[in-house]
């Protein structure tokens, strides 16, 4: 088969799914477009560094208890209602942090974010839907690196939306929001006019304690094998967003830059990641064992972490920003393959469903964390995330004997 043979059994897939990939992207880009300027614009409110954290994690713990109902209310109401009721709740989110003068309005269009922040799930189950069986590990490959590019290009629209002309009350950081939810909307355009409703068969409504998911959270804890690869994923996740809030007030205030020029940092981490899945992360799953691929990826990120306070250059800070760049592409791919192969194909769909869900509590606990550790200096951060997250690679090296995790082979781990 010639490449073009095979460039087209890659992409050859019904036109619904290309709709709901190019949504995926748009929405990722409405959502990654504030991230380099949260912190920045939190201070413009005149929010301590530990207020600051809780943006973030009022936005993760609203996303964490909304998301599993938006699936299952999808399963009642249709899929395209819920997806368009959930990307509206950005563009209001956006529209009101955009032109919000008070800090408790700020934090009111963050839970709004992530309490409708469940579209992705939504857009999976339209995968699900109209997707047959044997092509949705290429689908869902597919929908990952649309979503992926939103983080790519999110940050850099950040850069451009800065220099854009101001509403009055609202500042050239507001405007990025605002942009965001220009994106959202048109999101919600496509979704309205393109998207068809995908699920033919729909439940009756039935409303239970049982829609928030927690019970099998907790249970999934105590499993054997899997319970290790799900606390791997809460350590590596809560270790990263101790990094990815405190290294936003040292490159502030320490390397003294601006709020663009964090911006040009997070697309330079985006891009850098995205050309290492793609020609790094399947050549070396095909030739080594996976729990050492992850341990040296964790164990390279925790190096990357104890550097940057030991050298606090803006040019150095780049470089090790790339080298993170590339360390952070192999983590959340190779844990979602070491689940995907110790699960059965009916438990596939559950488990990567609980293992989001550890990163989401990582992603609601670390920031706030990192917030308390900025407040006794700009360095005990990197020192603290460095140190726990080499004992994380340590951890993640000892899946190697408890679970099945060995390299690729026809797309398959083997021991």
Do not use: H
Not at 76 to 100: D, E, Q, Y
Not at 137 to 144: C, V
């Amino acid at each position: 088969m010639g490449i073009f043979e095979n460039l087209k059994a890659k992409f050859d897939l019904p036109a619904k799914f290309w709709i709901v990939a190019l949504i995926a992207f748009i929405n990722s880009v409405s959502f990654t477009i504030i991230i380099p300027l949260l912190y920045p614009y939190a201070k413009q409110f005149g929010l301590s560094d530990f207020q600051a954290s809780l943006l973030t994690t009022s936005y993760a713990v609203a996303q964490f208890i909304a998301t599993p109902i938006l699936g299952r209310l999808s399963d009642f109401m249709g899929r395209k209602p819920l997806l368009i009721v959930s990307l509206l709740g950005t563009v209001f989110a956006s529209l009101l942090a955009s032109f919000t003068p008070f800090a408790w309005l700020l934090f009111l269009a963050r839970i709004l974010d992530g309490l409708t922040g469940g579209n992705t799930s939504i857009a999976r189950a339209v995968i699900s839907d109209t997707i047959t069986p044997s092509e949705r590990p290429k689908a869902f490959g597919l929908f990952d690196a649309a979503f992926r590019m939103g983080f790519v290009t999110g940050p850099a629209i950040s850069y451009f939306a800065q220099n854009l002309p101001t509403f009055p009350g609202v500042s050239p950081l507001g405007m990025s929001f605002f942009v965001g939810a220009i994106i959202a909307l048109l999101a919600v355009v496509l979704t309205f006019f393109l998207l068809p409703e995908t699920l033919l068969e729909r439940e009756a409504i039935r409303l239970s304690w049982q829609m928030f998911g927690f019970g099998k959270i907790l249970q999934s804890a105590k499993r054997p094998k899997l319970g290790r690869v799900f606390l791997l994923t809460f350590l590596s996740g809560f270790t990263f967003t101790i990094f990815t809030f405190a290294f936003q007030p040292f490159f502030l205030k320490v390397l003294n830059q601006d709020a663009q020029s964090l911006a040009i940092v997070f697309t330079l981490i985006g891009v850098v990641g995205v050309f290492t899945q793609v020609f790094a992360v399947e050549p070396l799953t095909n030739r080594f064992n996976l729990a050492d691929i992850l341990a040296v990826a964790i164990a390279g990120r925790g190096v990357v972490f104890l550097l940057i306070p030991v050298f606090p250059v803006i040019s150095i800070f780049v470089v090790l920003a790339a080298m993170l760049g590339v360390t952070n592409s192999f983590p959340l791919p190779l844990i979602n393959s070491i689940l995907s192969t110790n699960s059965s194909d009916r438990e596939q769909g559950e488990i990567l469903g609980i293992n989001a869900s550890y990163l989401s509590i990582s992603n609601a606990v670390g920031p706030p964390v990192a917030g308390l550790l900025v407040s006794i200096s700009y360095s005990t951060p990197f020192w603290v995330t460095g140190v726990l997250t080499l004992l994380t690679a340590g951890f993640a090296l000892s899946l190697k004997s408890m679970v099945q995790c060995g390299k690729k082979e026809n797309g398959s781990i083997v021991k």
